[in-house]
């Protein structure tokens, strides 16, 4: 009998390690790479994000299809879709609905005026995630809020396919679309490596960067005394890079 019970006890634990595992929503980190996924979408099947190459990739995922905020979310992409264009940007749609659902809501999409723009076509694709398979490995469900739709999340991704940025918003709360314009404008401009700008706060094109070290050294002055009119300090520690 006892031999019995550890051998259920220990069936119990393993079946509820292998649910645990199963079921765990993970969010990745800045610096990780990208998770990769196949899916079915309005611009047909898809495989993240090696169909993108070098492009720069932006995740949105939304609650549900066809809510006031998120139509609103997505008309106002639709508009800014050129924008991101010329920043090489790919614009990925996320949520849980399935791919029927997306279809009729990106016809009705088109076809209604916002903020007295004229209606225009949607050119990224909006990725049916009915199993949650894509919001499991991006951490897009937050169980405190639901555990059948995604929060408002946005993942920023290099051409190199690491995660850059990362940033939720509450299902009631619309994104600020020209803030993550502007992060993924300071985020190409602050370079690669350690010597990436810095880019402070409230920082906008062409605005002056900081520099995360002394600019240059005494020889370099030596050589080349014109140097110095390029950088400007504020106080004793933060170096700036005219721009």
């Keep these: 009998m006892k031999t019995r019970f550890c051998f259920l006890m220990l069936l119990l634990l393993g079946y509820n390690s292998i649910w645990a595992h199963g ?3 993970s969010i990745p980190l800045i610096g990780d790479g990208a998770p990769s996924f196949k899916a079915e979408t309005t611009s047909g099947q898809i495989n993240f994000p090696d169909d993108f ?4 990739k932006i995740i949105f995922s939304h609650p549900h299809d066809f809510t006031p905020v998120c139509s609103s979310e997505l008309m106002t992409l639709a508009q800014m879709q050129n924008d991101f264009e010329k920043l090489n940007v790919q614009i990925v749609v996320v949520s849980t609905d399935e791919l029927k659902m997306h279809d009729l809501w990106k016809k009705e999409i088109e076809a209604t005026i916002f903020k007295n723009k004229q209606p225009v076509h ?7 995630d009915h199993t ?5 490995k991006y ?3 937050h169980k405190s809020v639901s555990t059948t739709k995604d929060v408002r999340g946005v993942y920023i991704i290099n051409p190199d396919n690491k995660v850059e940025a990362i940033i939720f918003y509450p299902m009631n709360l619309g994104r600020n679309m020209e803030e993550i314009k502007r992060a993924v404008v300071a985020l190409q401009t602050s370079g690669k490596g350690k010597d990436r700008y810095l880019m402070p706060a409230n920082w906008q094109k ?3 960067v900081l ?4 600019p240059y050294t005494e020889s370099e002055l030596n050589a080349n005394p014109d140097i110095k009119m390029s950088y400007y300090n504020v106080g004793s520690f933060m170096w700036f890079k005219k721009m």
């Design 122 to 128: 949607v050119n990224f694709p909006l990725v049916d």
């Design 23 to 25: 079921n765990k929503h």
């Design 132 to 136: 949650w398979a894509i919001a499991k």
């Design 139 to 141: 951490g897009m469900i």
């Design 211 to 214: 520099i995360p070290h002394y």
């Design 206 to 208: 062409g605005d002056d």
């Design 53 to 56: 190459g070098q492009k720069w």
